[in-house]
T-cell receptor, first 113, second 109 residues
């Protein structure tokens, strides 16, 4: 199993551009989530999904959209990139909502100029 | 926010010594998890302790949980250079995981 995969690994955007960060998992997990990691702030939850067709907002959802059309994929869209969105983005999946290990992808390092 | 807070922010120890880090959180939780992150990599799950458990062991790791004090500790015994990493606690509440800012551990040879 590949686990949780993320593409791209690195990305540079100009302010105002849009893009989609890809996340896929091959473990048939129902629960998937997106986090951003900024220096000294730990991980903050952006959006999460409890199954195909169901998504909800996390702690810092503004400026991001998600959709979950299949169990495997959970893309994160930046609508109009801003320098404040410069961060490292991690996707994670887990088999259950509670009391379950989260499996993290390797991350996407995004810089917005 | 439910975010846990780790203490200390950074820790430097000699190989073979023990490393202890603490996590405090604000409200009731279902469980608490510890993760490790090596530089530039994704997080790796270490151990999960449920709210009705007080102590748990996994290899050289020992985790305690005191729900009355809303705190947890992670002990790494007989540290190795490979233990150099950042360690995060994550509290499970309301179907979400909330992470602290982490403790950066450096193990000197």
């Amino acid at each position: 199993n590949a686990g949780v995969t993320q593409t791209p690994k690195f990305q540079v955007l100009k302010t105002g551009q849009s893009m989609t960060l890809q996340c896929a998992q091959d473990m048939n997990h129902e629960y998937m989530s997106w986090y951003r990691q900024d220096p000294g702030m730990g991980l903050r939850l952006i959006h999460y999904s409890v199954g195909a067709g169901i998504t909800d907002q996390g702690e810092v959802p503004n400026g991001y959209n998600v959709s979950r059309s299949t169990t495997e994929d959970f893309p994160l869209r930046l609508l109009s990139a801003a320098p404040s969105q410069t961060s490292v983005y991690f996707c994670a999946s887990s088999p259950a909502l509670r009391g379950s290990t989260q499996y993290f992808g390797p991350g996407t390092r995004l810089t917005v100029l | 926010s439910q975010q846990g807070e780790e203490d200390p922010q950074a820790l430097s120890i000699q190989e073979g010594e023990n490393a202890t880090m603490n996590c405090s959180y604000k409200t009731s939780i279902n469980n608490l998890q510890w993760y490790r992150q090596n530089s530039g990599r994704g997080l790796v799950h270490l151990i999960l302790i449920r709210s009705n458990e007080r102590e748990k062991h996994s290899g050289r790791l020992r985790v305690t949980l005191d729900t009355s004090k809303k705190s947890s500790s992670l002990l790494i015994t007989a540290s190795r250079a490979a233990d150099t990493a950042s360690y995060f606690c994550a509290t499970d509440y309301d179907y979400k995981l909330s992470f602290g800012a982490g403790t950066t551990v450096t193990v000197r040879a």
